[in-house]
């Protein structure tokens, strides 16, 4: 059993959490951040495109001004590579495929939560969804190296929506290496490992000597994948949600938009130059 099954999880409303802009003080309490953040929904808006959701210039700048002054991640559903090749700044931790996939500065790669076993799978399921859902307009199957995201964001009748589901749950029954996950528009196919975004802010936090009495993990994402990472956080560390899923939350303050997360991070950065 892992430490996250071991403790209660308290759960929220997302209308029921202070905002993290009002006091970045005690938000820290007198603390050193450890910096995750999500990426679609949390960096960049929401699109239609999955492969146009580029990251503002600004918004860049930003990260790269926090990154100065203390350790930054990016923890996305994405494939790791694509994730780095849309944030583009070399001085960050990136865990892609919901963690599986583990680099950093100084050629650190690693995958650590043992999926490469699942990879026999996940090419067969590709294959498989890829056939069936071919002739289904809007409908798209994006591999990532330990995921499948099948996205139905761009289908618009609600009859192939529902065709979209039953396929990817019949393929999903074919293959018990693989599990399902939800996300804004999507179904994902995952290793059936227990592994997720949150033990990666954990392994993270481990394998760097993050975990210090003056060090806080903070960890901001907008997705239902990001509640595993509030969950695991909580009493550690500090969950903030972007905007809302369709769940209660175990963040514990709240950001409207990716708007807010920019002015919380430079925010962030003005505090710990001036501590
Ligand atoms: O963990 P994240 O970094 O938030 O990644 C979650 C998924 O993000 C992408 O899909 C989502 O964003 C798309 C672009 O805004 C949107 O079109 C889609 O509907 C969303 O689900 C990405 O394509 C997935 O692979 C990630 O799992």
């Known amino acids: 059993m892992n430490k996250q099954n071991e403790k209660t999880v308290q759960k929220r409303e997302a209308n029921e959490l202070p905002s993290a802009l009002e006091d970045i003080s005690n938000?820290?309490?007198?603390?050193?951040?450890?910096?995750f953040l999500d990426y679609d929904g949390c960096l960049t808006p929401i699109v239609k495109d999955p492969d146009k959701a580029f990251l503002a210039p600004?918004?860049?700048?930003?990260l790269q001004q926090l990154a100065r002054v203390s350790f930054v991640a990016v923890v996305s559903g994405r494939d790791r590579a694509n994730v780095e090749n849309?944030?583009?700044?070399?001085?960050?931790?990136?865990?892609?495929?919901?963690?599986?996939?583990?680099?950093?500065?100084?050629?650190?790669?690693?995958?650590?939560?043992?999926?490469?076993?699942?990879?026999p799978a996940l090419e067969k399921a590709d294959k498989e969804l890829k056939d069936k859902l071919q002739d289904v307009e809007g409908a798209w199957v994006e591999r990532k190296r330990y995921a499948i995201a099948v996205h139905?964001?761009?289908?618009?009748?609600?009859?192939?929506?529902?065709?979209?589901?039953?396929?990817?749950?019949e393929v999903l029954q074919k293959h018990p290496e693989l599990k399902e996950g939800l996300g804004k528009k999507i179904i994902?196919?995952?290793?059936?490992l227990d592994w997720h975004k949150g033990r990666a802010v954990l392994w993270l936090m481990d394998e760097l000597k993050l975990n210090q009495p003056e060090i806080v993990?903070?960890?901001i994402?907008?997705?239902?994948t990001d509640e595993d990472a509030?969950?695991?956080l909580q009493g550690q560390g500090v969950g903030i949600l972007v905007g809302e899923h369709d769940d209660r939350t175990a963040a514990s303050y709240h950001l409207k938009d990716v708007e807010e997360v920019k002015k919380f991070l430079e925010s962030l950065t003005h505090h710990l130059k001036n501590e």
């Open 86 to 119: 849309f944030v583009q700044l070399d001085n960050l931790y990136f865990a892609g495929s919901h963690g599986f996939d583990i680099s950093g500065p100084n050629n650190m790669h690693t995958e650590p939560g043992g999926a490469k076993e699942a990879l």
């Open 230 to 232: 509030f969950a695991s």
């Open 188 to 192: 994902e196919l995952k290793p059936n």
């Open 221 to 224: 994402g907008d997705d239902i």
């Open 217 to 219: 993990p903070l960890y």
């Open 27 to 35: 938000l820290l309490k007198g603390k050193k951040p450890a910096v």
């Open 152 to 169: 139905y964001r761009n289908v618009a009748d609600d009859d192939l929506v529902e065709k979209v589901k039953k396929v990817t749950a």
């Open 58 to 62: 600004e918004m860049r700048e930003t």
